[in-house]
């Protein structure tokens, strides 16, 4: 295990003729497809299809510190870590060796994934903290936390969890609207465990507190592989 401090951040694509275009690496994937002449708006949507496929490199779970009374919660925890490791996609998560927390890290261990946890020193001194998973990021505050897991991670899936990951989910939600991030959130509804906060949401918008694009920007789904078939098709 590393204990570290940051990531290392991944170097961007660019085009030296224009950094916001890809056109390059589009170019390059026309070419290999046997499309050379495509136009600059075919060559960008396949660039865009192209760079799809590595650019979730890693998804930060919010779950609970509990495992909960129907043992499908933490089936649901272990089945995600899984199927996150075998998709080479790195797993995020606060760094907790306790309930659902535990399980999605174990499980991805398991299959060999790669395991980042980011935790307070706070819980650190009560020992909870997941000592035997590949980088484990100790922070200094709570905010601290959840800035750093909000920056390195590239979607956002919410299991079923207490207040701590009822804050996480609405903070993420939060930036999103304010575009502070564009990345995906997901909130993976096992047991139909969400479905009263749903009509809350719903509620919300009914009464003119939520607006209908706000409430949109959370993709409810129902199982794992649903979930991560989802985000092997969404742009970020």
């Not at 790669?114 to 819980?123: D, K, M, N, Q």
């Not at 035997?132 to 800035?147: C, P, Q, V, Y």
Request: with cysteine; glycine share 8%.
């Amino acid at each position: 295990m590393a204990l570290l401090s940051s990531f290392a951040k991944p170097a961007p694509i660019k085009n030296p003729a224009n950094p916001a275009l890809p056109f390059l690496q589009a170019d390059r994937f026309a070419q290999s497809k046997g499309r050379p002449n495509s136009s600059p708006a075919v060559l960008l949507f396949i660039a865009a299809l192209d760079i799809l496929v590595s650019m979730i490199r890693n998804i930060a779970v919010f779950c609970a510190s509990a495992s909960g009374v129907n043992p499908v919660y933490r089936a649901a925890a272990e089945e995600l870590g899984r199927a996150l490791a075998t998709r080479n996609i790195g797993l995020i998560y606060g760094g907790s060796n306790v309930g659902l927390m535990k399980a999605v890290a174990e499980a991805a261990l398991s299959a060999d994934g790669r395991v980042i946890g980011v935790i307070p020193e706070v819980l650190v001194g009560l020992e909870v903290a997941h000592h035997g998973i590949t980088e484990l990021h100790i922070t200094s505050t709570m905010h601290t936390r959840k800035a750093l897991i909000g920056e390195k991670a590239d979607a956002f899936i919410a299991l079923p969890g207490g207040f701590g990951t009822f804050e996480e989910l609405f903070e993420v939600l939060a930036w999103h609207t304010l575009n502070i991030h564009g990345k995906p959130i997901l909130l993976l509804n096992i047991n139909g465990f969400y479905d009263k906060l749903l009509v809350f949401l719903d509620h919300c918008v009914a009464e003119g507190m939520l607006k209908p694009k706000s409430r949109e920007l959370l993709l409810v789904i129902d199982t794992v592989e649903e979930a991560l078939a989802h985000l092997s098709g969404v742009a970020i």
